[in-house]
C-alpha cells in the first residue's frame, strides 16, 4: 500500500478504538464556500459553507421542535431562506453580511431552504454584499389601487405548520 492510497474505515458503537503509537497524517476536509445559486441545486442533506447578506430576519416562534426563526439571505444575485435554531434565534441582524459554515440544505413544502443547527457557525464579516432594490416591483405596488370587490376568500392558518385550515359554510355569515 502506497502513501497515497485511501482507506475506508466504518466506526460504529459497537467499534472499539485502541490506542496506536503509529502517526497518522489527517488532513482536514475544507468545505469550499457556495454561491446560493449552487446551493438551489443540490440535494438535501448537503453541508455547505456560504457568505451571504441577511435581508429580513422574522421573530423567533415556538414549533413542535422548539424554537425557530426565518431569515432571509442573499448573495447579491440569489436569495434563500434559513431556518436559526434555539440558541442562535436572534443573533443575525438584518442587513449585515455573515460567513456561515456547515449548514445543512433540506426542502421544505417544494422550496429548498438553508438549516443553521447547533452545529453550525456563523461570524460577522466586512464583505460587503451589494442588492440593488427592484424598482420596477416597489412602483408597481405603490401605485396599485382597489377599485372594488367582488368576490374573495379567506385563507386561516395554523401557527405551528402553516396548514391551511377548512372552514365550514357557516363560517361565511360571520364575516
Not at 105 to 127: A, P, V
Request: negative net charge.
Amino acid at each position: 500500500m502506497t502513501p497515497s492510497d485511501e482507506i475506508e474505515l466504518f466506526i460504529n458503537r459497537t467499534s472499539k478504538i485502541e490506542y496506536s503509537p503509529k502517526k497518522i497524517d489527517v488532513k482536514p476536509i475544507v468545505i469550499p464556500d457556495k454561491t446560493i445559486y449552487e446551493i438551489l441545486a443540490l440535494v438535501d442533506g448537503v453541508v455547505v459553507n456560504s457568505k451571504a447578506k441577511v435581508l429580513s430576519a422574522e421573530l423567533p416562534r415556538p414549533v413542535s421542535r422548539g424554537l425557530v426563526q426565518d431569515v432571509v439571505l442573499t448573495d447579491g444575485q440569489n436569495s434563500i431562506d434559513l431556518s436559526v435554531w434555539e440558541e442562535n434565534t436572534n443573533k443575525l441582524e438584518p442587513l449585515k453580511c455573515y460567513s456561515f459554515d456547515s449548514h445543512h440544505t433540506r426542502r421544505y413544502r417544494g422550496t429548498r431552504m438553508l438549516t443553521l443547527s447547533r452545529q453550525s457557525t456563523f461570524t460577522l464579516t466586512d464583505n460587503v454584499i451589494e442588492v440593488e432594490p427592484n424598482d420596477e416591483m416597489i412602483d408597481s405596488v405603490i401605485d396599485a389601487k382597489i377599485v372594488g370587490v367582488q368576490n374573495f376568500c379567506i385563507h386561516v392558518n395554523c401557527i405551528n405548520c402553516k396548514n391551511n385550515l377548512l372552514l365550514s359554510d357557516n363560517f361565511s355569515h360571520y364575516v
